[in-house]
């Protein structure tokens, strides 16, 4: 299933991808939820209910203009919860800035996201970064509460997937002894378009990713290259934290950031950025 936050006439809806790709809020179809946080902690309840109602209605559904899609969660509970380094390549193309290939542990930090970027909204351009680059990484949620899991349990705790662009102000995650202040100012946290249901992803390990910029492919690779896969991190990070049910974990980068690059190239106003991948969609993005 294909899950949205919507806009319409200034309201905010939770709607489901039917049959014919067409969009139906859940209030339409009788399925009263606030936001995708509440169908979140609700979901094991309601699922056959939507499933359902969708099928009845898979002649329905709302025309493109008459609505705007949000970023599926638009007000996280927590901050995200981010893997750095998560692909070889990655390390590889940043070893003269931090080198982790002597690194044995999975790298976790943390994002601060008071409201999620839309997945066309503008990524804005602050007067003191210089350096701004763009991060495609798979987006994980949790359906509920983790504590002290095996790796073996975490596929069950998994609601479903979205994009992320992780924006980092590279300036400020290297000025600071962490990487929290330039990976967190105000719509660096472009996410969407939808939420695919765990059930709908045949191996979250065998996707492919991608970003362009002005149509310029900079990153593409697969999934399956994480050093740390999603259920490993879940189990991991669960061991003596309570993991909540809305939980957003970002899974990492691949290489072909625009730090990487030799010399770098960072995004400017105007720049078109478009992160992929398969299964999900992709987020569009102008740096203005």
Known sequence: MKLYTVEVNNQQYVAAENRNKKLVTL???????????ELIVRYDELRDGIGKALAVNENAGMEAGE?????????????VICLGVNYRAHIEETVD?????????TVYFSKRVNTANDPDGMIPVYDFVDSLDYEAELGVILKKDALNITVEEAAAYIF??????????RNLQFKHQQWYRGKSLDGYTPMGPCIVTADEIRNAHDLAISC???DEKRQESNTGYMITTV???IAELSQG????????????TPGGVGMGMKPPVFLKKKDVVKCEIEGIGSLVNTVG
Do not use: C, H
């Open 27 to 37: 209030d339409s179809m009788g399925i009263k939820v606030k936001d995708m946080n």
């Open 67 to 79: 609505y705007r899609i949000k970023a599926p969660i638009p007000v996280p509970w927590q901050d």
């Open 97 to 105: 800035v931090l080198d982790f290939t002597k690194k044995a542990d």
């Open 160 to 169: 479903g997937y979205t994009i992320i662009n992780d924006v980092s102000a």
């Open 212 to 214: 362009y910029v002005n």
């Open 231 to 233: 259920e490993e991190a």
């Open 241 to 252: 934290m309570t993991l909540k049910s809305g939980t957003i974990i970002a899974t990492g």
